[in-house]
Structure formats: C-alpha cells, structure tokens
C-alpha cells in the first residue's frame, strides 16, 4: 500500500490561489495513475485532476484553464497548482494513487480543507 502525504491547501479569497503537494512512498513514475479528488459538502467525491505515469492529463470541465497538476522528479510530489480560485472550489482534496483500476482501489491521502471566502 503506497503512503501518501499531502500538503498546502488552506483559506484563500476568491481569485486567489494555493498550491496542493502529494508525497507518495514510492517514486511517482513507478505509479500508474495519480491524481487530486474533492469532496464538497453535501456532494459527492469529483475527480480534479489526473496524471498518468507517461504524463497524460486529465482534468474537470470545472477546472480546466485554472488548475494545473505536474509531478516534481526532484521532489518525489505531484503538485497541483490552483488559480482564480472560485467560493465553489471549497472542499476537502485527496491525493490518489493507483493502478488504472480506478481510485477505490488505490491509496488515499489523509486531505486537505481548501476553503474559498467570497
């Protein structure tokens, strides 16, 4: 089971930005799929944005233009850069990595409260 530790996050106003950091146990080429979830209040888990070990990307509709997810080789992190931040963007954020069968069968993070002020 890979371990996974994120960081960043925090308050912002609106049209502000954050930056999230996910440092898994392993290196973050040898994992297949890794990617940032949120859960809102009330709302089910969304995907935010995902990044393949061959550097396909993959985000929201609600974040493209905004958000950009890059991994760090010298860091060992995936990071996922957050501008123009929206009240709607409040939620809690999940660091995911897994195998390509999907996030329920892989390794969560702990989360991280992003909350957006208006």
């Known amino acids: 089971q890979v371990q996974l530790v994120e960081s960043g996050g925090g308050l912002v106003q609106a049209g502000g930005s954050l930056r999230l950091s996910c440092a898994p146990s392993?290196?973050?080429?040898?994992?297949?799929?890794m990617g940032w979830y949120r859960r809102a209040p009330g709302k089910e888990r969304e995907s935010v944005a995902t990044?393949?070990?061959?550097?396909?990307?993959k985000y929201a509709d609600s974040v493209k233009g905004r958000f950009t997810i890059s991994r760090d080789s010298a860091k060992n992190t995936v990071n996922l850069q957050m501008n123009s931040l929206k009240p709607e963007d409040t939620a809690v954020y999940y660091c995911?990595?897994?195998?390509?069968?999907?996030?329920?069968?892989?390794?969560w993070g702990q989360g991280t409260q992003v909350t957006v002020s208006s």
């Open positions: 995911n990595a897994e195998k390509g069968l999907g996030p329920d069968f892989g390794s």
């Open positions: 392993v290196s973050i080429f040898s994992i297949n799929v």
């Open positions: 990044i393949t070990s061959d550097g396909r990307i």
